[in-house]
């Protein structure tokens, strides 16, 4: 798990993020997806050769949503 602040000037805490493992993971790797797709003629398909059960193939869906808007 990650945690990300952002201070103040006067170090106090103004704002807090909280990010788990698996949200970490996705990100890297849809991040990679995109290099694939901008720099390769191949593309890898991350969500069938992981394994994920359909929950987190559900989340990482969402999540990847997300970063690609």
Same mark, same amino acid.
């Given at each position: 798990m990650v945690k990300i602040?952002?201070?103040a000037d006067d170090g106090s805490e103004t704002a807090a993020v909280v990010l788990e493992d698996f949200t970490i993971e996705v990100i890297y790797s849809g991040i990679a997806d995109m290099l694939r797709e +901008?720099?390769?003629t191949e593309r890898i398909?991350?969500?069938t050769s992981?394994?994920?059960s359909r929950e987190g193939?559900?989340?990482r869906d969402k999540i990847? +949503?997300?970063i690609r808007s």
């Open positions: 602040i952002h201070l +901008a720099n390769a398909d991350m969500a992981s394994g994920i193939r559900l989340r990847l +949503a997300r």
